[in-house]
């Protein structure tokens, strides 16, 4: 089998699927039809400009352009976590602790990826480097918005137990030990769900696209593998960061619960 | 043997207060006078400014859990982490015997906390702050949710930790209650200390 290249009139076609989907929420007045066509809109505008990036910078292959490209990805990851939490952290906190777990967690798996396992020539080709810094951002950001959403959420419907153990002479890893470990298995289990599913309940993205590029099942199912436990290892490190590092901007050093650092009202919605 | 000097935090003007060994002093005043923000303000659960000492040491030179492990106080809604009794207690033993003081059955310790009524949680909150024996309780309406019998049992227990030289900061709505159990009374207005009954 050989690929097989579309026409924009292909993906015109698929899209239909989607207006009839949205002429029903019309009809139905189930209000969906608009967001429907903002994500729709932003997902086709998005990835058209994706491909105009990545066509010139596999041209240039230039690390400081690639690594850009890739510190870019990370903010607008940043930017969807904060978008996520139904509470935030008042102050530069609620963009940055996210940012910089994922920043840390996704530069360090794929640069361990390119130099040990994948070994593309030269380490930083961004053929291999962004899409799969990619892969493992997009992964890294659904579990650490999860999980600080979860955290801060947490510690707020808690407070009366935590602030029992504080008050009762425990310390703030353990009084917000029950909320720290919630917060981080919610960020966790999608992942672990998706290993254990894949395989049997669905194909994977990246599988699919490599079997539909007409490359032999065995040598996509071992990259899969890879870029499973690449995931799986960056989701784990960048959820750890993120709720860690969240819990201790809810306590200080003396040991107090600091709701007071969340943002007020940004709760009822 | 416990000393508050200038300690002042949002909705709570700068008050000194002096708590001697064996001490009982009672606090009244109207809801949102700032009666629980003090208490909380001195065992250090909220930012606040001031200095408070146990026995001529600064609480800035204990750490923060050791602090609130001699200088405890009690919430007016107590909270639970474990859906078990017994899970709150570190010593099941000596939470078996205090909990017959308290006229709790001892089988207690095996219920659910959401089995517990009102007045039994507040009475076994209660007695995991007396089973840290802390030198300083600051109690938020200890008795508020008992029957007068278990809130004589409840005053008994504390006047025999009082003895024993233990002081006790306590928040009382009733007239009755703090004259029985303090000496000395004071009240809370607008966020304001003032020496006296209301």
């Given at each position: 089998m050989t690929f097989i290249s579309l026409s924009f009139a292909d993906v015109a076609l698929s899209a239909v699927l989607l207006v009839v989907n949205a002429g029903l929420s019309l009809a139905l007045s189930l209000g969906l039809a608009r967001q429907m066509a903002i994500a729709a809109t932003r997902m086709v505008v998005q990835l058209l400009l994706m491909g105009l990036v990545l066509k010139v910078l596999f041209e240039l292959s230039s690390p400081l352009l690639t690594s850009l490209t890739a510190l870019v990805m990370v903010l607008f990851a940043g930017r969807e976590v904060m978008a996520r939490?139904?509470?935030?952290?008042?102050?530069?906190?609620?963009?940055?602790?996210?940012?910089?777990a994922m920043l840390f967690a996704g530069t360090m798996v794929t640069v361990f990826a390119l130099t040990t396992q994948i070994r593309p020539e030269p380490w930083f080709e961004p053929r291999v480097a962004l899409p799969l810094m990619g892969m493992i951002l997009g992964n890294t950001m659904t579990g650490v918005s999860l999980g600080i959403?979860?955290?801060?959420?947490?510690a707020v419907d808690a407070r009366v137990s935590i602030e029992a153990r504080l008050a009762l002479g425990h310390d703030r890893t353990e009084a917000m030990g029950g909320v720290v470990r919630e917060a981080l298995r919610t960020g966790l289990v999608p992942t672990i769900n998706s290993m254990s599913a894949v395989g049997l309940v669905f194909i994977p993205g990246m599988m699919t696209g490599q079997i539909l590029a007409g490359v032999a099942p065995m040598e996509a199912v071992k990259y899969q593998l890879l870029v499973m436990f690449l995931i799986a290892g960056g989701t784990a490190f960048g959820v750890l960061g993120a709720v860690l590092a969240g819990s201790r901007?809810?306590?200080?050093?003396?040991h107090r619960l600091r709701l007071d650092r969340l943002l007020p009202g940004a709760a009822e919605d | 043997m416990l000393r508050v000097r200038q300690l002042s935090r949002p909705g709570l003007a700068p008050f000194?207060?002096?708590?001697?060994?064996?001490?009982?002093?009672?606090?009244?005043?109207?809801?949102?006078?700032?009666?629980?923000?003090?208490?909380?303000?001195?065992?250090?659960?909220d930012p606040n400014q001031g200095s408070v000492s146990l026995d001529g040491v600064g609480r800035e030179a204990i750490p923060a859990p050791q602090w609130r492990a001699r200088v405890c106080y009690l919430a007016a809604e107590a909270g639970w982490w474990?859906?078990?009794?017994?899970?709150?207690?570190?010593?099941?033993?000596?939470?078996?015997?205090?909990?017959?003081?308290?006229?709790?059955?001892?089988?207690?310790?095996?219920?659910?906390?959401?089995?517990?009524?009102?007045?039994?949680?507040?009475?076994?909150?209660?007695?995991?702050?007396?089973?840290?024996?802390?030198?300083?309780?600051l109690l938020d309406e200890p008795t508020s949710g008992l029957d007068p019998e278990a809130a004589a049992r409840v005053e008994a227990i504390l006047g025999a930790r009082l003895e024993r030289g233990a002081a006790l900061l306590v928040v009382t709505h009733s007239p009755e209650q703090a004259g029985r159990m303090a000496?000395?009374?004071?009240?809370?207005?607008?966020g304001r200390l003032n020496e006296g009954p209301p």
């Open positions: 939490q139904k509470r935030r952290l008042a102050g530069w906190w609620a963009y940055g602790i996210g940012t910089t959403d979860r955290l801060l959420t947490g901007r809810l306590s200080d050093a003396r | 000194d207060l002096d708590l001697a060994d064996g001490e009982c002093v009672a606090l009244s005043g109207p809801s949102g006078a700032g009666k629980t923000i003090l208490l909380r303000a001195i065992a250090d659960l474990a859906d078990t009794v017994a899970a709150h207690f570190p010593d099941t033993q000596a939470a078996a015997a205090l909990l017959v003081e308290l006229s709790l059955p001892p089988e207690a310790l095996g219920w659910s906390v959401s089995r517990a009524s009102t007045g039994e949680r507040q009475r076994l909150a209660l007695a995991r702050v007396l089973l840290l024996a802390p030198r300083v309780m000496r000395r009374r004071l009240t809370m207005d607008h």
